[in-house]
Every structure is written in structure tokens, then in C-alpha cells.
């Protein structure tokens, strides 16, 4: 995808920027296949987590309960950002472990 000071395409300045580029063309589309739509028996799943690879449109599986999608789940806020927002949590998992998890908030947005 080559989006240029010329979107319009054609020749600006004395350079030719060729057609128009302000959409994906189907060149575009058929690299963007290849970069994600392919299985080269790679994957990065492990037990507690899904990154494994994915089709385009398709929702990611969900984990069962106790993935860590929920606050429920992070334990105990052991810090507050600058407006007051809880974003590092603890949790306990006894025999001396301990889970920390960093939330970063999207901007107006907090806990729930």
C-alpha cells in the first residue's frame, strides 16, 4: 500500500505518481493474504493464552473463565495512574507467586 503526497496519482511536480492510491487495490489486498492468511506451522499459543493464527473477520476463540479478560481476574490495585485510574494489579497464586498485571486504559476510559 503506497500512499504518496498524491493520492490522485499522476504527475505532480514533474513526478509521476501513477494511479490513484487512496484506497487498497487488489495488489494490496493479495499481499495482505499472503502476509496473514498462511499457516507455516508456526504458533505462539500457549496454555494460557490464544495468538495463534486467525482468519480476517473471524472472532478469536474465547478462553475459558480465568483468561485475565475481566478486572475480577487481576487481583488487588496496587497503583493508580495520574487521574486515579487503578492500572497495576496483584494477584496472589500462593507457594510464594505472584501475577502482576498492567492495564492501559484507552483514553476516557476506566474501570468498570
Known amino acids: 500500500m503506497d500512499y504518496t503526497n498524491a493520492p490522485d496519482g499522476g504527475v505532480v511536480g514533474g513526478f509521476n505518481y501513477g494511479p490513484a492510491n487512496r484506497h487498497p487495490n487488489t495488489h494490496d489486498y493479495e499481499e495482505l ?27 478469536a476463540p474465547r478462553e475459558q473463565a480465568g483468561a485475565g479478560d475481566s478486572p475480577a481476574e487481576w487481583g488487588r490495585a496496587i497503583h493508580r495512574d495520574a487521574i486515579g485510574r487503578p492500572d497495576v494489579f496483584q494477584k496472589d497464586l500462593g507457594a510464594g507467586k505472584k501475577v502482576l498485571t498492567h492495564v492501559f486504559w484507552a483514553i476516557g476510559e476506566g474501570p468498570k
Open 33 to 59: 493474504n499472503i502476509i496473514y492468511n498462511h499457516d507455516d506451522g508456526f504458533t505462539t499459543t500457549t496454555a494460557s493464552t490464544n495468538f495463534g493464527i486467525r482468519q480476517v473477520g473471524v472472532a
